[in-house]
Every structure is written in structure tokens, then in C-alpha cells.
């Protein structure tokens, strides 16, 4: 059997996107990853605003980039393309994001097993050490569909 290696970032964009619609909705797009950290950004969108009088883009959106972002730093990892499912997301919201800006979100692995994954994600606008939300999330991993080109399990080592 043959060495299968990491996915690339477009890759990872396609999966990102492919697998969840609403990624793609949100215009969310992977930025960065290496193994055990993704990195993605959720583009200011006037449809994001949370307060006209403000121009800062709505709680709501950050929440679900976070929530997508950190359940797929696991695929940093993995050979093979695989699910996961929320199980706990605790997200606390520092401050707003500034008017007109679009976020970053930065997620890494704290560990990763064939059941579960932990991650911890901070969303910023620009600057990482004034961080606009910070998270901690488990997620349920499943194991590779049965039959198709994702079928062989594989963790990197």
C-alpha cells in the first residue's frame, strides 16, 4: 500500500466547501494548514451585519466559522477524508469585530483519536493578540466511508 499524503489547501478548500454548502454561502476560504492547524477566512459581507450602526458582521456567522473551521482541522491530519459531528462548543466573545472587517479564524488540534477530537479556535480581525472570540470544541470523528476513494483508514503519525 502507498504512502497517501496530507490534503492540500485546495483540497481542504473543496472539502471545506463540497461538504458543507453553507461554508460556501458564508464564502468562507481556507488560508493556511499544516498538520494539526487550519486556518480560514470568513470575508466581510454586508449580509453579515449584525448592527447597521455599527457595520460589525453578527455573532451568528463568526460562531458557525469557528464551529466549521475547528471541526475540520482534523482533516490536517487524516490521509483520508472523514466526518465529524459537534459535540461541545464553548465559544466566548471577547469583543466585536471592527466595522467592515471581515474574521480569521486560527484552529488547532489539542488531540485527536479515532472517536474524538478536541480543538481549540480564536477568531480575530486582524490581529491575533486582540482576539474576537476564543473556542474550545469536541468532535465526534467517524471512520472513512466503506466503499470509494476515501475508503482506507489512515491517522498521520
Known sequence: MSEAKPFTLEELQQRFITQIPF???LGLRVVGASP???VAELPFSAGLVGDADTNAMAEGPITTAIDAVCGSVA???WHHF???A???LR???LRAPGAGLGVTIEADSISLNEHLSIVRGVAHDGDPARPIAIATASFATFPPRATGPDSTPGVAS
Open 82 to 84: 472523514r466526518r465529524t
Open 36 to 38: 494539526g492547524r487550519l
Open 23 to 25: 461554508n460556501e454561502f
Open 86 to 88: 459537534t459535540l461541545d
Open 75 to 77: 482533516l490536517t491530519i
Open 91 to 93: 465559544l466566548d466573545f
